[in-house]
């Protein structure tokens, strides 16, 4: 018999009693061998071959075994004791472990003790937080919140299969597009920018006003009107009660949306003076006390939140910069110029360019190791923000994608939403690019848009604001 080298690694069917691999022939000839042996024992001596095999199984074969049980139960005569009821608890939990939702599902309708066993909190609180499962940590906290009841006790429990119910009906819901869809109207020119949070969205409008809504109602009208921009509002920031608003004056504004006046003026804090164009967009980090713009004049500035003063510029853009994106210590601006550019905030250094679009980026996210780009080109291009390198395109010609200029996009850790003058939004997978859905509701381009795990909410030259609620289907 020959010796074992490294081209046979993996190819074994066993060792032999001497270390060395067996022949097919040799492996099938102990295996009959066995199974003839296992057969002459009787019940209670095969119940223990049982028991002492299972320990030595891998997860492959756990996986395999997992699958066959609902069969394997199907075949036996009433009132039999199964052999997960013979297993030690711990060991039937580690089978049901790798079982799907659908599956451990249908494990629950063997007989009462399977129910009991799929029906373990802990076997549902694993599955909503597997990545395809879970929710961004402020929709996390929300649905918890919600879902979290008082037991007997007065502690405060929470039913993971219900939140896990919920999961899967709005990721369904996402999948196959399901929503309901609310309108929102009141501006009298056309929507390009908005915002959303827990109960509002901030829309701001060529009509030179920025409007706030509240979601929990339904009225389709905002209950504050925000006037102070001589110019379009072109870009706006939302976090908490602060809100950063960028216009074609050449002005930011922060407002303080705490304060609930008729006046509008009471509510704006500060107005940071310095870019000599068009501010087309903004962001902020209020744990920093800094604000980031991009202007038409073709710089990024960085301001100070409080004060309104300008810290440092950022120049290297050939052409109007038309969306920056800050996450961590990553800040990214797109430009007319084609290019997307990488920042070092505290030292103003540009670190990296990239190219490859063919006209102006209009829009950027970043998810994890991927920037997402949107372009008047009319693709979505796929970076990784590692390296630089362009990962993937979508296009209306291979990816069923936009046939009108992108105006807008946002990436989370599974799926990239985008909008585009089609009067379309498109929902794709990040991890294959595959277009998973679109949207129809809007009568001219859309020109923004932002979604949390539950919601889109869309502005559009139509002039109107559009709530996408994935909810309540």
Known sequence: MRKKSKCDKGRSNGPDLNGEIMSPGEFKIRLDALCSWVEDCNEYQKDAILRTLFPHLGASQLHWLSLQCPDLHAQCPSGC??????????????????????????????????????????????????????????????????????SNTGDMLINWKHVFRERFKLRRSWLSGQCHVRTF????????????????????????????WNI?????????????????????????????SGSADSTIKVWDLDIQSEWSSIACKVTMVGHLDKVRAVTMNRNKDLVISGSYDQTVKIWCL???????????????VL???????????????????????????????????????????????RI???????????????????VSTLDWMSSEGHTGVIRCLQADNWRIVSAADDKTIKVWSLET?????????????????????????????????KLWDFTVC
């Not at 079982?99 to 599955?127: G, I």
């Not at 409080?306 to 109007?320: A, Q």
């Open 81 to 150: 004791n199964d052999f997960i009821q013979k297993l030690p608890i711990h060991c039937a939990y580690k089978i049901l472990s790798y079982l799907d939702p659908s599956s451990l599902t249908a494990s629950a309708q063997v007989c009462k003790y399977w129910r009991d066993l799929s029906n373990a909190d802990w076997l549902w609180h694993r599955l909503c937080f597997i990545q395809k499962w879970r929710l961004s940590s402020f929709g996390s906290r929300d649905q918890i919140t919600r879902l979290r009841q008082r």
């Open 185 to 212: 109207e009141g501006h009298t020119g056309g929507i390009s920018c908005i915002q959303l949070d827990r109960n509002r969205i901030v829309s701001g409008s060529h009509d030179k006003t920025i409007r706030v």
């Open 216 to 244: 929990k109602t339904n009225s389709p009208w905002s209950v504050m009107t925000l006037s102070g921009h001589s110019g379009e509002v072109r870009c706006l920031y939302l976090e908490g009660n602060r809100l950063v």
């Open 306 to 320: 409080k004060t309104g003063s300008c810290k440092r510029t950022l120049r290297g853009h050939e052409g109007p």
């Open 323 to 369: 969306c920056v994106h800050w996450a961590g210590f990553t800040l990214l601006s797109g430009s007319a110029d084609k290019t997307i550019k990488q920042w070092s905030v505290e030292t103003g250094e540009c670190i990296r360019t990239l190219t490859g679009h063919g006209d102006a980026v209009t829009c950027i996210s970043l998810e994890t190791d």
């Open 372 to 390: 997402v780009t949107g372009s008047l080109d009319r693709t979505i291009k796929l970076w990784d923000s590692k390296t630089g390198k362009c």
């Open 433 to 465: 690019g595959r277009r998973l859905v679109t949207l129809k509701s809007h009568t001219d381009g859309v020109t923004c848009l932002q979604f949390n795990d539950f919601c889109i909410v869309s502005g559009s030259y139509d002039k109107t604001v």
